[in-house]
């Protein structure tokens, strides 16, 4: 038995008279490949990068209550999110949105500067916190 015959190929089931799973193959596929691209970009986007320490202006706030889309296993639902606190850090002039664990947000004071290490992607430049107060 070849590969060929084991593979469903989307032009195949067209050829074969099959429109809709043609169709539906290929957004499978579509969606594969999608997250695929994804897991490579992330991982290369901060693989090799040396971790850098450096000083991060701390500012508390809330994020109120709201709905959103979430899913659960199967399923994606509506979900009631409750407000909860994060911590806006700027590091190195460039603003990023943190939520730590709940005792290390405790301890942060807003309006401090700490001590944080950090990684910056070297494709989008995002600051990804490794360590924060705590070094």
């Known amino acids: 038995m070849h590969f060929a015959n084991l593979l469903l190929l989307p032009f195949r089931a067209f050829e ?3 429109v809709a799973a043609g169709v539906v193959v ?20 901060y693989v090799g990068i040396e971790p850098r320490v450096g000083e991060a202006n701390v500012t508390k706030r809330t994020v ?6 979430q899913s659960r296993g ?7 999110v409750k407000d909860y606190e994060v911590l806006d850090l700027i590091i ?5 949105v943190y939520r730590p664990i709940p005792w290390i947000l405790e301890r942060a004071k807003s309006g401090t500067t700490v001590p ?3 990684a910056t992607g070297r494709l989008n430049g995002k600051i990804k916190v490794k360590k924060f107060m705590y070094l």
Not at 74 to 80: G, P
Not at 92 to 96: A, E, L, S
């Open 74 to 80: 199967r399923a994606v639902m509506r979900v009631y």
């Open 64 to 69: 109120p209550a709201h709905w959103e889309w």
């Open 92 to 96: 190195d002039g460039r603003k990023t």
């Open 26 to 45: 290929s957004f499978y596929y579509v969606v594969v490949a999608f997250i695929i691209g994804t897991l490579v970009y992330e991982i290369i986007n």
């Open 116 to 118: 944080v290490e950090y």
């Open 16 to 18: 074969n008279g099959g």
